[in-house]
């Protein structure tokens, strides 16, 4: 079945940078877009970033542009989130997103999410 799994979440001061990672598995992750997106308590989730499935076409919220990157390695079918110059309201559990085709409907796919704290 369709898993995908983050990693690298974690506690960084205001500044600081960290590396998601998302791994996927169960379909062909080579001819799929993915997407990142985080959630912060009380809001809503929103969409962090989206990356096509060869890495060559990104696009970022507004807010994220300039500190954060997508890529993707499809080798090792897994997507990254570099984020740099961190602050305090970047604090969310972020989530890796696909969305598949199948039987002439779109499904949606989401991991558990990584937890990410900018504090000092």
């Known amino acids: 079945q369709v898993q995908l799994v983050e990693s690298g979440g974690g506690l960084v001061q205001p500044g600081g940078s960290l590396r998601l990672s998302c791994a996927g598995s169960?379909?062909?992750?080579?001819?799929?877009?993915m997407s990142w997106h985080r959630q912060a308590p009380g809001k809503e989730r929103e969409l962090v970033a989206v990356?096509?499935?060869?890495?060559?076409?990104?696009n970022y919220a507004d807010s994220m542009k300039g500190r954060f990157t997508i890529s993707r390695d499809n080798a090792r079918n897994t997507v990254y989130l570099q984020m740099n110059n961190l602050k305090p309201e970047d604090t969310a559990v972020y989530y890796c997103?696909?969305?598949?085709?199948?039987?002439?409907?779109?499904?949606?796919?989401w991991g558990q999410g990584t937890q990410v704290t900018v504090s000092s």
């Open positions: 169960g379909f062909t992750f080579s001819t799929s877009a």
């Open positions: 997103n696909t969305v598949l085709s199948r039987w002439g409907l779109n499904y949606s796919y």
């Open positions: 990356i096509g499935t060869t890495g060559g076409d990104t």
